[in-house]
Every structure is written in C-alpha cells, then in structure tokens.
C-alpha cells in the first residue's frame, strides 16, 4: 500500500524502512506534523501514518477522504488525536499500536519517581560544577510509601508490580479491576481515596472525555501535603496552570512530567535556539522539583522495532481485507 508517513524523524524511517522489508509497503515519508497547514502532503494517498500529535479531526479527515484516505495507521497506543467518529461515519478504517513498550514506559516513569525524589537532576548539575554540598538535596525512602496508580492497563500493572518491589503501597483506580493486580496486594479504591492516601500519583489511563484535566484544582485540593506527582500518559488528563498553582503553594512536593497539554508546538523539535512563546511551560521548567522529558517514555529500540512491526501488519490485514486485532472504533473511545 502507499502510506504517507506523517512526523517522520530519523529514527522513525530507520525502523520503518527496515521492518517494511518483507512487507513491501510503499512508504513516502514527510516531516512536517499533520496540521491544517500541511493536510495537503497526504492528499491521494490511501494511508496515512500519524503518530501521536498529527491533528486526524473532522476537518483533516474530510478533507483526506475526498483524496482517497481509506486507512489511519497510528504508530502509537493513544488515538485521542483521531475524530472516530467522523472516522467510522467515512468508512475510513484506524489501527494503532496497542502495546509496544508498556515494560519502556514502566520504567521511565520509575526514573521520574527517582530522580524527583533524591533529586537527581540537581546532584548532577552540582557535582559537575565542583558542588559538592548535600544542602537541599534530602530524599526520602519509597518503602512503605503509598503510590496512587490511576489507570491499571499494561503500563499501570508494570509499574505498580516494579514499586511494589520497592516495598511500596499500591492503591488502584481504573473503570475495570486487574484480578492479578489485586492478587499482588494492590487495593482497588474510589478516586478520591486514592488521593487523600497517597504519597505517590502516578496516571496512567487514556485521555477520553471523563478523564481530560483529572488533575485540576478540586483533585489537588484533595491530596496530601507534599505530593509526587507523575504523568507519562497524556498531557491532558493535567491541568497545567492548577498544578503550578499546586506548586507555588507547595501542596505539590515534586512533579514529572512526560507529556504535556500542549506539547503539539513543543515536543520531537529542537527549540534551543528560538524563544519558547508558551508561558506556562516556561514557568514549569523555573520550578527546582520538576522534571520535563519531552514525550520519550517509549523511545527504546524494542519499541521501535515493535511499533515498526506492528503498524505495517496492521496496513498488511486492512489491505488484504482481513479484519485486524488493532482497530479501534467509534464506540471503544470512552473506555
Ligand atoms: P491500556 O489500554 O492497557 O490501559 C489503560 C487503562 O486505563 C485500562 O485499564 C482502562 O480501563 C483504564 N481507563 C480507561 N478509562 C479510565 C478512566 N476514566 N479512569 C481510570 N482508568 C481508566 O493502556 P496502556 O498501554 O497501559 O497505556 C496507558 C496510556 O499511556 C495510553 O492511553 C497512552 O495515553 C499513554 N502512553 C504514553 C506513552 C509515552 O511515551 N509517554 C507511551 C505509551 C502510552
């Protein structure tokens, strides 16, 4: 098939062009993001590649159908991006990538609890400057801690049974309980329980209507004294002026952050040498207890590989008319 590979980077065409391989896709890559603006790269093209920031909403699907656009193939598990509805009402078929990495992302957030928590990123700034001071940099332990996880799919399930080798605590929140989780010790609870307990908030569920800006002021107000908290699921599911609130008034102790709500203009560029025009993000990053990593909880060879593989087998099942494990429709949106 011939696919318009959208947000292409280096590495992308790097794993795609040597997983394409024994599949033999025609694969066109482009740079630019899919935006309003650059919609018209994809034109006649019966499949477009997108990843998690290209915008696939009413307008950009329309107006891809009207060239041709049968297919979306996501590289990514997320598909907030993606209008499915007006995707089903087109007929225009969407895969995406349910599990690539579940075990990279894991332990990335894992990384974040770290080094927020022994405060890491400072030590090393320190040390290289001849600082060799332990002023400021008190951690403390995680064992014994309880760790709010939110979201127990794949990742949640990873990294509560990662923590709970640390000798955490684990309570649970999610529309569905995980019988294994349970079986580890972990403690289903009500939302607003697990944010009164825990020392540790850790999101981990998608971005749908119910769970947009979970983390608002009413949910800060609810948690305790001092909070860690850690997003490696969508930006969205925070909102970003309550948290800097929450950290100005010191009821946020630490904040990790993967994603974030408007990443779209930041994030997979190199902006070093202009000006960032986002005051918001601007003021996280003046905030010593904050960790920004710009959407890199997946980005591990195996992911890449596993994403690679997976995308061009689902292109592969929708061409030959199969029905495909990795489709995703109207209906499941808001589970
Ligand atoms: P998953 O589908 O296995 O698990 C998601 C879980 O969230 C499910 O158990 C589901 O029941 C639960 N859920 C759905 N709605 C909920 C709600 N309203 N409240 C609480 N829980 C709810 O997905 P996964 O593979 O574990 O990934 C989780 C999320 O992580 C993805 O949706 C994606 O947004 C994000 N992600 C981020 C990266 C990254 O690089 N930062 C990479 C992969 C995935």
């Not at 309880?146 to 709970?164: E, H, N, P, R, Y």
């Not at 949910?219 to 970003?240: F, Q, S, W, Y």
């Amino acid at each position: 098939m011939r696919i318009a590979v959208l947000s292409t980077k280096s590495y992308d065409r790097q794993f795609l062009t040597e997983a394409n391989k024994p599949y033999g896709h025609e694969l066109v890559f482009f740079e630019p993001r899919l935006t309003a603006q650059t919609t018209a790269l994809a034109h006649g093209f019966p499949a477009v590649c997108a990843f998690v920031n290209d915008v696939l909403d009413g307008a950009a699907l329309r107006a891809l159908h009207a060239k041709g656009l049968k297919l979306i193939a996501l590289r990514c598990a997320g598909f907030n991006n993606v209008d499915l509805e007006v995707a089903a009402e087109l007929d225009i078929k969407v895969v995406r990538v349910p599990a690539y990495s579940p075990y990279g992302v894991a332990e990335h957030t894992i990384g974040l609890i770290l080094a927020l928590n022994r405060k890491l990123h400072r030590a090393y700034n320190r040390v290289r400057e001849g600082n060799f001071s332990l002023e400021g940099l008190l951690g403390f332990e995680l064992r014994g801690k309880t760790i709010g996880i939110i979201g127990t799919g794949k990742i949640g399930v990873i990294t509560a049974s990662i923590l709970k080798g640390f000798g955490c605590n684990i309570l649970a929140y999610d529309i569905k309980q995980d019988a294994q989780l349970v079986a580890q010790g972990a403690r289903y609870v009500e939302l607003h329980e697990l944010f009164r307990e825990s020392d540790i908030i850790s999101l981990h569920c998608p971005l749908t209507p119910q769970t947009f800006h979970l983390i608002d002021k009413p949910t800060i107000d609810l948690m305790k004294k001092g909070v860690m908290l850690i997003n490696t699921g969508r930006g969205a599911l925070v909102n970003t002026q309550a948290v800097i609130n929450g950290l100005k008034s010191e009821k946020i102790g630490y904040l990790g952050l993967d994603v974030y709500e408007e990443e779209a203009d930041l994030f997979f560029e190199d902006l070093s040498g202009i000006v960032i025009k986002d005051d918001v993000f601007s003021r996280l990053l003046t905030f010593p207890n904050v960790i920004v990593t710009a959407h890199q909880a997946f980005f591990t060879g195996r992911a890449l590989e596993s994403i690679a593989q997976t995308t061009l087998a689902n292109i592969s099942e929708i061409e030959a008319g199969r029905s495909c494990v990795n489709e995703v429709k109207a209906e499941r949106k808001a589970t």
